[in-house]
Nanobody, 125 residues
Framework: QMQFVESGGALVQPGGSLRLTCVASGFNLQYYAITWFRQGPGKEREGVVCTRVDGRPDFLLDSVKGRFSVSRDNGRNAVYLQMNDLQPEDTGVYSC??????????????????WGRGAQVTVSS
């Protein structure tokens, strides 16, 4: 059974940092482009950034460029989202998701086949 599990969510003050981890089980992550999505309170779910199969990032939100970075460790079957200079508008549930193997990055919430349950990130003083 293919599954993602996210961890690392927390309450953090504005300007702080967090690193989220997404661990895949039941499949070999190296063949999948993985997208981080987020959903803030009262907002639509949106794509944040994707890590391609070759490891290069595709940023889907201009507001996170220069603050967020994404990386992958295929040996650990894991993807990481490093978030720096967090702001209250970054608050939300962050989930990792993917389309089927060999497909490109999911950019819309309707595209992924596989989802994790998400990790809560709250940015507040």
């Amino acid at each position: 059974q293919m599954q993602f599990v996210e961890s690392g969510g927390a309450l953090v003050q504005p300007g702080g940092s967090l690193r989220l981890t997404c661990v895949a089980s039941g499949f070999n992550l190296q063949y999948y482009a993985i997208t981080w999505f987020r959903q803030g309170p009262g907002k639509e779910r949106e794509g944040v950034v994707c890590t391609r199969v070759d490891g290069r990032p595709d940023f889907l939100l201009d507001s996170v460029k220069g603050r967020f970075s994404v990386s992958r460790d295929n040996g650990r079957n894991a993807v990481y989202l490093q978030m720096n200079d967090l702001q209250p508008e970054d608050t939300g549930v962050y989930s990792c998701a993917s389309r089927s193997a060999g497909r490109g990055c999911a950019t819309q919430p309707s595209e992924p086949l596989y989802w994790g349950r998400g990790a809560q990130v709250t940015v507040s003083s």
